[in-house]
């Protein structure tokens, strides 16, 4: 069986497999296992030693694992198939950015903050100076703001449009955030990106009231008209949802 990512759902998936007598490799195209786990949250939550340990465990019950090798382009499903797997497992993660949907966001200083985790986990020297915007309130914008700390940012503002108790960030994260110098701006929602020379320089925001509960069973939120304002800034990072590029990987 051909287990296609070496993130949580690959492992796992891994580990049953080789558990039950199923000869098993894992494709996984970034330089080590772990997906999410390594690239997405920070070592300072998640240290590599207790990730290296769970993934030997593993690869020691006979799961062949190869790094650098990425689905739709050093490989298919359709040539794992030619290659004599009996099946494939498809575990490629969430890695595609939601984007903001508002005017600027293509500008300079404006990151994915999955990328900006990315690079951070990969050792990559990261710098972000003076006052660092993120956008979201799940925990992958915590991690964010927590690590733009790290990167030398000096403020770091998380923008959520909805109150903390909507959050759907762990509420240990958010108060460890909360300690370490991490403002919140809350109840409001950004609508244009401030940029001069192809630079952001600013965020305007919308402040927010909250409404009636929607799909996910919190309350909606909804603009106050007339309450823009701007946010200065020498960079953002959006952190307000992740996707996975399976038709185009497929394709």
Known sequence: IAVVGAGPAGLSAAYYLAIR??????????????GMLRYGIPAYRLPREALDAEVAEILSLG??????????????????????????????????????????????????????LKEFGL???????????????????????????????????????????????????????????????????????????????GLECQRMELGDPDASGRRSPRAIPGSEFVIPCDAILAAIGQNARVAEILA
């Not at 007598?21 to 772990?34: C, Q, T």
């Not at 040539?79 to 984007?99: K, P």
Request: a negative charge; charged letters at 25%.
């Open 123 to 201: 050792g990559k020297p990261v710098r972000l100076p003076g006052r660092v915007l993120v956008v979201g309130g799940g925990n992958t914008a915590i991690d964010c703001a927590r690590t733009a700390l790290r990167c030398g940012a000096d403020k770091v503002h998380i923008v959520y449009r909805r109150t903390e108790a909507e959050m759907p960030a762990n509420k240990a994260e958010i108060q460890d955030a909360r300690e370490e110098g991490v403002r919140f701006d809350l109840l409001v929602a950004p609508v244009r990106v401030v940029v001069e020379a192809g630079r952001a320089v």
């Open 21 to 34: 007598g199923h000869a098993v490799e894992i494709l996984e195209s970034m330089p080590e296992p772990g």
């Open 63 to 116: 799961v062949t694992l190869s790094c650098g090798r990425t689905l739709g382009e050093d490989f298919t499903v359709a040539s794992l198939r030619r290659d004599g797997f009996d099946a494939v497992f498809l575990g490629i993660g969430a890695w595609a950015s939601s984007r903001m949907r508002v005017e600027g966001e293509t500008a300079e200083g404006v990151l994915s903050g999955i990328e900006f």
